[in-house]
């Protein structure tokens, strides 16, 4: 690297021109030789002094330059690892970018199947809840018919209880008529005809109460039965409400991401592997979805 100067002499070449001086035939006297030599080598060593600081010049002008060079050649190196590692970074941005966009069409359509299981699960709790209503309406009518039948129940025991004591009555009266056979004879008979009459009815009563409380106790077993639907119904009412519930957190969950991936961000690095790590969740999310 290191290139001769221009106008640069050779010290050994000036020696040598000066000693051959010295000794060419028909010199002057030594007096004068050592005199004129004296006068003539002060300007060569001058000149020779000049051209070794010329040289050192040169040379340390070569080695900056070459300094300079190098440093340059580095600076280059460095923006060109700089300008790789840009374009790499904007291109795993670019595929981060274009995974949170295949994500979000995943998360789009898991919100479409999500707002058609809602709708068919709200058509479902309408469903029950119509047959739940109508249930209620079955067992309210059951309700005014146990009432009815209670009614009777309670009618029919009372005209037992006033059969029993007209019967009362009535063998009161055939004992005082036997008590009186000849005077109440003609009375006795009409006892015994209303004896007999009074317990036949008590007879009639007797199973019109039995008919009641057997009915009554049907009335009892379907109350029971409705009771066992009204509450059946009750339960899957409440199991449809939970299902609704659950679909609006995982919609609300989806719209929360949805959100998320539209929001425009810097592309840093850190962000980059954030995005991948969200598509890949989104992603396995999906597949879980679709599992289910």
């Known amino acids: 690297n290191e290139n001769p100067q221009p106008g640069s002499t050779n010290p050994e070449n000036t020696n040598q021109g000066g000693a051959s001086g010295q000794n060419q035939p028909g010199s002057t006297p030594a007096g004068q030789q050592v ?27 070569s080695e900056d ?12 190196k ?24 295949k994500s979000k069409d995943k998360a789009d359509k ?10 068919a699960a709200n058509n479902e709790v309408n469903a029950k809840e119509k047959v739940a ?20 129940q309670t009618a029919a025991e009372e005209a037992k209880k006033k059969a029993e004591n007209e019967q009362a009555a009535a063998e009161e ?36 109460l039995k008919e009641s409380q057997e009915k009554l106790e049907n009335e009892k077993k379907e109350q029971a039965r409705l009771d066992d639907i ?12 939970l299902a609704v519930e659950n679909n609006k957190k995982e919609q609300q969950e989806k719209q929360n991401k949805i959100d998320a991936l539209n929001n425009p961000t810097t592309t840093t690095n850190e962000e980059v592997e954030k ?3 969200e598509a890949s969740e989104a992603e396995q999310k999906a597949k879980d979805a679709k599992a289910d």
């Open 35 to 61: 005199g004129g030599n004296s006068e003539g080598t002060k300007p060569e060593e001058k000149k020779n002094e000049a051209a070794e600081q010329a040289i050192k010049d040169a040379k340390s002008k």
């Open 65 to 76: 330059a070459q300094k300079d060079v190098t440093t340059a050649d580095n600076e280059v």
């Open 78 to 101: 460095q923006a060109n690892e700089k300008a790789t590692e840009a374009k790499n970074t904007a291109e795993e941005a670019q595929n981060g970018l274009n995974a949170a966009n």
């Open 110 to 119: 898991e919100k479409t199947e999500a707002d058609n299981n809602l709708t």
């Open 133 to 152: 209503e109508e249930a209620a309406g079955d067992v309210a009518a059951k309700e005014k018919t146990l009432k009815d039948e209670q009614a009777k």
């Open 173 to 208: 009266e055939k004992k005082t008529a036997e008590n009186n056979v000849t005077y109440k004879n003609t009375a006795l008979e009409k006892a015994k005809g209303t004896l007999e009459s009074k317990q036949n009815e008590k007879n009639d009563y007797d199973k019109k």
């Open 230 to 241: 009204a509450d059946r119904a009750k339960t899957k009412q409440e199991q449809a409400d």
């Open 275 to 277: 995005l991948k790590r």
